[in-house]
C-alpha cells in the first residue's frame, strides 16, 4: 500500500508564497516521475508541475517563472514552491507519483488566492 501524505496549502493573498510537501511512504521500490496536479472549481484536472527521477521539471507553460518543483528522492517527497500567487491558482492540488507498481494520488490540499 503507498500512502501520500500532503501539506502546506492555505489561504494566502495575491502576490504571496506557498510551499507545498508531498511525502510518499508504503510499498515503494522505485518512483519515476514525482509530480503536482490541480483541480479549480467547475474545471479539469491539470498538470502544474512534475520532476523526474533525475531531477528534470516540466511545467505547465502558464506557470512557468513562478512555480518551482523539487524533489528528495531519500525522503521520497516532492516539493511545489509556489510564488506571486494570483486568484485564478486557487484550487485543489494534488500530488500525483509514477512508481513502479502503478501511479498514486494524494486527497489534495486547497490552495486559496484572495484577499
Known amino acids: 500500500q503507498v500512502r501520500l501524505v500532503e501539506s502546506g496549502g492555505g489561504l494566502v493573498q495575491p502576490g504571496g508564497s506557498l510551499r507545498l510537501s508531498c511525502a510518499a511512504s508504503?510499498?515503494?521500490?522505485?518512483?519515476?516521475?514525482m509530480g503536482w496536479y490541480r483541480q479549480a472549481p467547475g474545471k479539469q484536472r491539470e498538470l502544474v508541475a512534475r520532476v523526474t527521477r533525475g531531477g528534470s521539471p516540466t511545467y505547465a507553460d502558464s506557470l512557468k517563472g513562478r512555480f518551482t518543483v523539487s524533489r528528495d528522492n531519500a525522503k521520497n517527497t516532492v516539493y511545489l514552491q509556489m510564488n506571486g500567487l494570483k486568484p485564478e491558482d486557487t484550487a485543489v492540488y494534488y500530488c500525483n507519483i509514477d512508481t513502479t507498481g502503478g501511479s498514486y494520488w494524494g486527497q489534495g490540499t486547497q490552495v486559496t488566492v484572495s484577499s
Open positions: 508504503g510499498s515503494i521500490f522505485s518512483i519515476y516521475n
